[in-house]
């Protein structure tokens, strides 16, 4: 298993990741979720920093279309049934070896994709079998800044982050 000081692509789930993995459905029955605003800077601050950034998702829905577009990330793959596999494409897709590739999850859906990628990340409120298979568990529960902090981690490790740090402070 590679280590956080050379990844070169971050590949997000959403829902419990990005999201606290809660549903919430207005009255007319569209569905939406709730993304942190911690989690946004910190994924630009990967893209800034040299780190590209996909998400790989189980679920299907116009909001994460939205919310990648916003953040601009440009590799997406939503209504996964193989999460494995599907991050073999988008490690392919990126130009980046799966030895270089970290996943972010948080349930058994993401145990394949961990087992593939170089560097598997789970939030601190992961299922007990994601935290066990991960290489670093976020102090922080999904939706609530874990990947912020996964981020500040990757980028502490490639000696980026008082670069990340500096910019704030000009």
């Not at 911690?38 to 630009?44: E, S, Y």
């Not at 950034?53 to 193989?82: C, F």
Request: glycine residues 10%; negative net charge; charged residues 25%.
């Amino acid at each position: 298993m590679a280590n956080a000081a050379t990844i070169q692509l971050l590949v997000l789930d959403v829902d419990g990741v990005l999201t606290d993995g809660g549903l919430y459905i207005d009255d007319k029955g569209k569905p939406s979720k709730q993304f942190n605003v911690k989690d946004g800077l910190g994924i630009k601050l990967a893209q800034r920093f040299g780190i590209q950034v996909a998400i790989l998702t189980g679920k299907t829905s116009q909001v994460v279309e939205h919310r990648a577009e916003e953040l601009g990330i440009e590799l997406v793959i939503q209504g996964s049934k193989d999460k494995g596999a599907d991050i073999v494409s988008l490690a392919e897709r990126a130009g980046v070896p799966l030895s270089d590739t970290a996943m972010v999850g948080d349930d058994l859906p993401d145990l394949p994709a961990f087992k593939v990628a170089g560097y598997a990340i789970a939030v601190g409120d992961a299922a007990e079998e994601a935290r066990h298979a991960a290489a670093f568990v976020t102090s922080r529960p999904g939706g609530r800044g874990a990947v912020r902090e996964a981020v500040e981690h990757l980028l502490k490790a490639q000696n980026k982050w008082d670069a990340a740090v500096a910019v704030f402070n000009e």
